[in-house]
């Protein structure tokens, strides 16, 4: 077979091990490494002398043979880790595992196996490298620290809480365990303050919800939970030591006659199936609150844990815990902003006898948290409809206390049936008092919103408008064919810069005229443009529902969680003469306006 091509060995140790020469103490060579290359297959199509000197598994066994194999028994659930590399293309270091007696030859070496996807030019996946480096006593704890510098770019990469989990799960896997779990206090992913003690004694204590889950096994088949299943914790059992001393446990050797899995026949059956023998329970603790459990064990490596991984595992997890307590906090605040604007929020819209009106709110999936979109249908005299759609600048709590004030601010300033460009000054004058009372030497523009404020007339047929920085509304005439109106455009409110302007626009019976928030129209790829002409499409088909069509437009969306608040409210005008004379609004829809 012929020989690749020469393998520039410093640029893969470095993508894979994250190590240059220097740091190993002397420059790379072929000599200083095992090398092996696999195909998308997963066939050895090339490997180093020096990994035959490693493991003493001469290079015929390996070739064209799968990775377990193909080395040593101490290194069963490389394959698994390949895969995952070849799937994803995220790199796996420092996987330890011993070499045992080759042919009679004792060696009981260990050893750092790493793992690094191979692509062509296009960036399509060709196949994987494995590096293995020898540890020695002096070389562990400086690979140990750069397996930390990884683990803060791999672990905590989102505000999820259960994200972080799974990646912690899987971090751990690739660098110390061969299964893992991460039990969580039930009430962390709830955004909930954590339990930080168990319940009341009895056999079984349901205080855990499994969060993440590893395994070098394809479908992790160890595991008695999977994620998002409670795990019941016997009350003999080294986890409930664990959470009430908050002290690691380490059994370098796992005890299988212990009086608690005698009490735990599914984990003891498990145990002995997959000869789990080393374990390590390190509690999650942030902030003086224990946030939950991870466990680690081994079955493919033969070595027992030793203090050495103990004080690593503790070291991973302590980070960990910081990412994981981050996570809740924001699930917390964002719960509890989302419970707020839902509470400020109309539980239903009515048009009174000559508007048909439907609204859709669809809050983001932002790391910042919910913002300050609202919408409003307020009655007004003569039969007369104010239809209002505003975003506060900003996110989380605050934002969605700013929206509450102003929606009653709108309405308090809707009863004087103020004109849409004398209410939009006012309502900036409020948005400035707002801000100054803030105190903190604060600038007024440190609050600031945008609105649309539009009131129809049914005897007129005819529609005035003003809009404060806001997208300007569509209008689909009777016939087919929506428009988005060339309304003047004002300063955002808050800024103290008026006169705003108004315009009319006249809607005959059957028109249809659409407001929305720019969470809508917003795409990060294209610009507002695109996002314009998707919805002017998805607008343009007059025999949907009112309902059907709030679907159709919010089904247009390029994601299902979109990075910003999406409000949309969409009124069809109908003559009066046709309506009856006292309208009854319907009651709301389950699960109209907050997707669950």
């Given at each position: 077979m012929a020989s690749p091509a020469p393998i520039d060995l410093a640029g893969l140790l470095q993508r894979a091990v994250g190590v240059t020469g220097a740091a190993l103490g002397s420059p790379l060579a072929p000599s200083a490494i095992g090398l092996a290359l696999w195909n998308s297959d997963l066939r050895c199509t090339w490997v180093s002398d020096s990994l035959e000197d490693y493991d003493g598994i001469p290079r015929e066994r390996r070739m064209g043979r799968l990775p377990d194999a193909a080395l040593p028994a101490g290194a069963r659930g490389l394959e698994a880790a390949m895969r995952q590399v070849l799937a994803t293309g995220t790199p796996v270091s420092g996987r330890e595992y011993l070499v045992p007696a080759v042919d009679g030859v004792p060696r009981d070496e260990g050893y750092s196996a790493s793992c690094i996807r191979l692509e062509d030019a296009e960036g399509r996946p060709m196949g994987v490298?494995?590096?293995?480096?020898?540890?020695?006593?002096e070389s562990r704890p400086g690979d140990r620290l750069a397996l930390l510098g990884e683990a803060g770019a791999r672990i905590g990469t989102t505000l999820d809480v259960m994200r972080t989990a799974q990646e912690l799960a899987a971090f751990s896997v690739s660098c110390l365990a061969d299964f893992v779990t991460v039990d969580l206090a039930d009430t962390l992913r709830l955004g909930e303050e954590p339990l930080s003690r168990l319940g009341p004694d009895g056999d079984y204590v349901p205080v855990f919800r499994r969060a993440g889950l590893s395994s070098v096994h394809e479908g992790a088949p160890e595991a008695v939970s999977q994620v998002g299943d409670v795990v019941y914790v016997p009350s003999s059992s080294p986890l409930k030591h664990v959470l009430?001393?908050?002290?690691?446990?380490?059994?370098p050797v796992l005890d299988t006659a212990s009086p608690w899995l005698n009490r735990d026949p599914a984990r003891a059956r498990k145990i002995?199936?997959?000869?789990?023998?080393?374990?390590?329970?390190?509690?999650?603790?942030?902030?003086?609150?224990?946030?939950?459990?991870?466990l680690l064990l081994r079955s493919d490596d033969p070595r027992p844990f030793d203090e050495e991984d103990l004080l690593f595992a503790e070291e991973l997890v302590a980070r960990a815990a910081l990412s994981l307590d981050n996570a809740r906090r924001y699930t917390h605040e964002r719960a509890t902003a989302l419970a707020l604007q839902r509470g400020l929020l109309p539980r239903r819209v009515c048009g009174g006898p000559c508007l048909d009106v439907v609204s859709r709110f669809l809050p983001a999936d932002l790391e910042d948290g919910v913002?300050?979109?609202?919408?409003?249908?307020?009655?007004?005299?003569?039969?007369r409809v104010a239809l209002v759609v505003g975003d506060v600048v900003g996110h989380g709590i605050d934002a969605a206390a700013t929206m509450g004030r102003l929606r009653t601010a709108v309405r308090t300033l809707a009863d004087l049936d103020l004109p849409p460009e004398q209410l939009l000054a006012h309502l900036d004058q409020t948005i400035i008092r707002l801000a100054e009372e803030e105190g903190d030497g604060l600038h007024a523009a440190s609050v600031s919103a945008t609105c649309l404020y539009a009131v129809y007339d049914p005897v007129s047929r005819r529609c005035t408008m003003a809009r404060a920085g806001h997208p300007p509304p569509a209008v689909r005439d009777p016939g087919g064919g929506v428009t988005f109106l060339d309304l003047p455009n004002g300063t955002p409110l808050g800024l103290g810069m008026p006169p705003y302007q108004a315009a009319e626009v006249e809607l005959p019976e059957g028109s249809l005229i659409a407001l929305y928030t720019d969470g809508l129209i917003e795409d990060r790829r294209h610009g507002f443009d695109t996002g314009m002409e998707r919805v002017r499409r998805a607008l343009d088909r007059p025999g949907l529902r009112l309902d059907d069509l709030c679907s159709a437009v919010l089904g247009t969306l390029p994601s299902a969680t979109p990075p910003d608040d999406v409000t949309l409210l969409i009124a069809r005008t109908r003559a009066a003469s046709s309506a009856p004379s006292r309208a009854r609004c319907p009651a709301p829809r389950p699960g109209n306006r907050f997707p669950r």
């Open positions: 490298c494995l590096v293995v480096l020898r540890i020695t006593r009430s001393s908050g002290r690691s446990l380490l059994e002995d199936r997959f000869g789990l023998h080393s374990l390590m329970i390190v509690p999650i603790r942030a902030r003086g609150v224990v946030l939950g459990v991870v913002g300050g979109d609202w919408y409003d249908v307020i009655p007004l005299p003569r039969d």
